[in-house]
C-alpha cells in the first residue's frame, strides 16, 4: 500500500492501470496519474481494478479516462482458466453467445465459472462483462466520432435503452453527456492504444519489415497497417484494415479501423493488441529472463512479440518456411496471397482462407509436393476445430515440434513457445553457451526472439 501512496503522490506512469485510486469526497476513481490535484491520504481508497473501484460505488474519473488506461493483468491471479475466459471477454466473444455456450467453449460450468470470478476479482461474470462493455463504450465516445448508437451495438449492448440505463446506473451520467469528439482528420475509426514499460518499435519494424506481405500489409518508420478477416463464432466473416502508428511519446498507437460491421469492433480491437503484443508486462518478462546471468547481456530492451492475425495464418507462414530461408519462405506465402487471396481494396487482398487452400490447386508453388500436402491438411484440421486446441496439430503428418512451436510463437497465443530445433536457436545456444532454456519459462517466447536477435 505504501508503494501505491508514493506512486499516487509521484503520478509514477509505471503504475498506469496496475491500481486506481478513489476519492470518497468526489465518489470518483481516477488513474495513478490523473492530473487533477491530489487528494489528502485520508480521503484515497486504492483498488486494484477498475472493476473493484466500481463495485464500491465509485464512477470513472472525466480527466484521466480510467477506460484508456493500459490493461494490466496483475490482479487476475494465477489461475489460468480465469485468465483465458477474462480475455475471451474482453475479446467481446460474450457478446455474440450466451453464458452457457461460453462456458462451454471453456469447458467449464457456470457455476465453477461464477466461483472464479467471486474468489479472484469479486464479482460475477454478468458484472465484469458489463463494466468492460462500459469502458469500451466510453473510450468510443471520448475518441470517436461513431453514432451513439453503433457504439452500443459496437460494446456489446443489444438495446440503446440498455446502453443508456448502464451508463446511469453505473457511471451517473448519460453518453451524451459523455460524448467528446477528438479531432478527425481521417476516415475511420480512431482510437489509442496504450501500453506499460518501454516498447522497442524499432525491433518490432525490423522483424515485420523482413518479413512483409505487400498485398496483405504495409510496414513503415513507425506504422503498421494491413487487411484483416475475423470469423466470428457464428462464423460470419468481418473484414477490414488497420493503421497503427507508434506514438513513443504518449507510450501508445494511434490506430485507425475500418471494418465492415462495428458489432465485432471490440473482438478486432482485442486481436490488433495481440498482433502488436500491447499488453505484455515487459518489465516483468525482462527481469526474469535476466536472472539467466548468460542470457541477461542478449536482452533487447521493450522487445514484443510480433504475432500474425490468427493462427491459421501463423500456421500457413510456417508450414510454408520449413527447411527453407525466411526470404523462401515469406515469397512463398506472398504467391500464396497472390493467387487464392480475396481482393479487398485497391490496396489490399485477404490472407486465404482455409476453405480456398483445401480446394486449391497448389501447383503454382515451387515446393515438394509432400509440403504442399501437409498445407492442406493443415487447412483441413483449422476449417474442422476453429484452431481450437493446437496441440492436436502434431498428430497431423508433416508437422513436427518446431511447426507447432513456431505456430505457437507467432499467433500469439503462447508466451512460452520454444522452437529448439530451430538452426537459429541452436547457434545461439552454442555461441552463448546457454544450458538452461527450461529457466526461461514462462516467457521463452521472448527469450527464442532474443536468441534470433542476437545473432
Not at 488506461?69 to 480475455?87: D, E, F, M, N, Y
Not at 451495438?153 to 448519460?174: E, V
Request: charged fraction near 25%.
Amino acid at each position: 500500500m505504501n508503494a501505491y501512496q508514493q506512486a499516487r503522490k509521484a503520478r509514477d506512469a509505471r503504475y498506469d492501470g496496475k491500481f486506481f485510486v478513489a476519492v470518497k469526497t468526489t465518489k470518483i476513481y481516477c488513474r495513478p496519474i490523473c492530473p487533477a490535484p491530489s487528494p489528502k491520504e485520508s480521503n484515497v481508497l486504492y483498488f486494484d481494478s477498475a472493476i473493484a473501484a466500481q463495485e464500491a460505488g465509485f464512477r470513472p474519473c472525466r480527466r484521466c479516462r480510467p477506460e484508456s488506461a493500459p490493461q494490466s493483468a496483475a490482479w487476475i491471479g494465477t489461475q489460468a482458466v480465469l485468465k483465458r475466459a477474462i480475455r475471451k471477454i474482453q475479446a467481446g466473444e460474450l457478446n455474440h453467445c450466451d453464458m452457457a455456450s461460453f462456458c462451454e467453449n471453456l469447458g467449464i460450468s457456470e457455476r465453477y465459472l461464477r466461483k472464479l470470478f467471486q474468489d479472484y476479482i469479486g464479482t460475477s461474470p454478468q458484472k465484469y462483462l458489463n463494466h468492460v462493455r462500459l469502458m469500451f463504450a466510453k473510450q468510443l465516445l471520448h475518441q470517436t466520432k461513431m453514432p451513439i448508437t453503433d457504439i452500443a451495438f459496437s460494446a456489446g449492448f443489444n438495446s440503446i435503452r440498455r446502453f443508456n440505463d448502464a451508463f446511469k446506473k453505473n457511471i451517473k451520467l448519460t453518453p451524451s453527456e459523455i460524448r467528446n469528439y477528438a479531432p478527425c482528420t481521417q476516415s475511420g475509426i480512431q482510437l489509442k492504444l496504450n501500453y506499460h514499460g518501454s516498447y522497442n518499435w524499432p525491433l518490432m519494424h525490423d522483424f515485420l519489415k523482413q518479413r512483409e506481405i505487400p498485398e496483405i500489409e504495409k510496414v513503415e518508420a513507425n506504422r503498421y497497417q494491413r487487411s484483416f478477416r475475423l470469423v466470428a463464432e457464428n462464423q460470419k466473416s468481418v473484414i477490414g484494415k488497420f493503421k497503427a502508428t507508434h506514438n513513443a511519446k504518449q507510450k501508445a498507437f494511434d490506430l485507425v479501423i475500418e471494418l465492415n460491421d462495428v458489432n465485432y469492433l471490440m473482438s478486432v480491437v482485442a486481436q490488433i493488441r495481440r498482433v502488436l503484443d500491447i499488453d505484455a508486462n515487459i518489465e516483468q518478462i525482462e527481469q526474469h529472463l535476466s536472472q539467466d546471468s548468460r542470457l541477461k547481456p542478449l536482452l533487447k530492451q521493450g522487445l514484443r512479440l510480433p504475432a500474425c492475425w490468427d493462427s491459421f495464418e501463423a500456421g500457413v507462414k510456417a508450414i510454408l518456411g520449413q527447411q527453407v530461408s525466411v526470404k523462401a519462405a515469406y515469397g512463398h506465402t506472398r504467391k500464396l496471397t497472390q493467387k487464392l487471396g480475396e481482393t479487398y481494396c485497391a490496396d489490399y487482398h485477404l490472407f486465404p482462407t482455409a476453405e480456398k487452400v483445401t480446394k486449391a490447386d497448389l501447383s503454382f508453388l515451387k515446393m515438394p509436393n509432400s509440403r504442399k500436402q501437409t498445407l492442406k491438411t493443415f487447412a483441413r484440421w483449422y476449417l474442422s476445430t476453429q484452431g481450437q486446441n493446437l496441440a492436436t496439430i502434431l498428430d497431423l503428418k508433416g508437422i513436427g515440434p518446431w511447426t507447432y512451436e513456431y505456430i505457437k510463437l507467432r499467433s500469439g497465443q503462447d508466451a512460452d513457445a520454444f522452437p529448439e530445433k530451430d538452426l537459429g536457436i541452436i547457434k545461439a545456444m552454442q555461441k552463448y553457451q546457454l544450458t538452461q532454456p527450461e529457466q526461461w519459462q514462462p516467457w521463452r517466447s521472448y527469450a527464442t526472439l532474443h536468441l534470433w536477435n542476437s545473432l
